[in-house]
């Protein structure tokens, strides 16, 4: 899943997103709206199942193999997409404030308010730490402030899954245009394994992803004055053995005509979907061919002993 916060001050933005997914024969909804504080609230509860693996698998990896990272790298700047609350960064941070003096922290995310909070939490956490945010949504531009080098580009929590090779290679050879010799990105990876386990990690018996993905209505009701009835509305996850992709959906659960003011009126039927988000499961040649294609040479491959993760690390080719 990807954590961010939508923009919603950039309102045109979100009706041409809904305009254009509605209006798809399977109609579908941009993820980075789940985010309002309410969304962000769920993903981190979600991250704390005993289903959802990815999160405490990454955390494992990264306990182990950032030391060896940091001393090998000595990076000067950490500059992490997709930031949300930086939990696992202070296992990073933790090493480079370790290793360097003066380092350099630039959280990236597209929600402005949530970002500080996070800003504010790590300076007084670490007070020599030279916190930078910069906002915004790393899937369209990179836009970051000036850092030292060599820094460390951190996509964590297999962000990477949620976007179909054509996009994921745009945000990573966005990434890549950024990186100076010397610099290097740390990319979490869920890897692919049995159906039961991935399909899990998005039907926790808890309900919390249920309300998670329930709660991109809610916002848009609140943003947009729409009037969908989230009642009327279930959960569905299932893996595409094909695709070798998680796809999360909304069914309606009777036929619906919802009303969004400034967009008009929308048919969605009895037993009809519409596609929330997609999670796409790698191995390792899979990910060494997004990092060739965006201009990345894949250096390291780290997986856990279970095969239910793995942290790619890599340069800039040439």
């Not at 955390?59 to 609350?85: F, K």
């Not at 994921?168 to 990186?179: C, R």
């Not at 991935?198 to 993905?213: C, Q, R």
């Not at 037993?271 to 899979?286: H, N, P, Q, V, W």
Request: charge should be negative; proline fraction near 3%; charged fraction near 25%.
């Amino acid at each position: 899943m990807v954590f961010g916060a939508p923009l919603m001050s950039d309102r045109a933005e979100l009706l041409r997103d809904v305009t254009r997914g509605l209006a798809m024969p399977q109609k579908e909804l941009d993820p980075k709206y789940f985010y309002d504080e309410t969304g962000s609230a769920l993903f981190e509860q979600i991250t704390e199942l005993p289903e959802y693996y990815l999160t405490s698998a990454e955390r494992r990896l990264l306990e182990s193999a950032i030391p060896g990272i940091v001393s090998l790298l000595q990076p000067r700047c950490l500059i992490e997409l997709g930031a949300g609350s930086a939990s696992k960064t202070r296992i990073i941070l933790d090493a480079m404030t370790s290793a360097v003096s003066n380092a350099q922290y630039v959280p990236v995310d597209v929600s402005g308010e949530f970002l500080e909070k996070t800003a504010q939490r790590l300076r007084s956490q670490y007070p020599n730490l030279d916190v930078r945010t910069a906002i915004g949504d790393f899937s369209q531009q990179l836009e970051l402030p000036s850092v030292d080098h060599p820094s460390l580009f951190a996509f964590l929590g297999s962000t990477i899954g949620n976007f179909e090779d054509d996009t994921a290679v745009s945000i990573l050879s966005n990434i890549a245009s950024q990186m100076r010799a010397g610099d290097r990105l740390l990319l979490g990876a869920d890897l692919r394994k049995d159906v039961a386990t991935i399909e899990a990690a998005y039907n926790d018996s808890a309900g919390v992803t249920a309300e998670f993905n329930l709660n991109v209505l809610r916002v848009l009701n609140r943003e947009l004055g729409a009037d969908f009835n989230v009642d009327a509305f279930s959960h569905r996850a299932f893996y595409n053995r094909d695709l070798h992709r998680i796809e999360m959906h909304l069914e309606s659960l009777s036929d619906q005509v919802v009303s969004i003011p400034e967009l008009g009126k929308f048919d969605v039927r009895k037993g009809e979907s519409i596609r929330t988000e997609l999670s796409f499961k790698y191995d390792r040649r899979a990910i060494s061919t997004l990092f060739s294609r965006a201009g990345l040479c894949l250096d390291t491959w780290i997986t856990d002993e279970d095969g239910l993760f793995a942290l790619a690390l890599g340069g800039k080719l040439g």
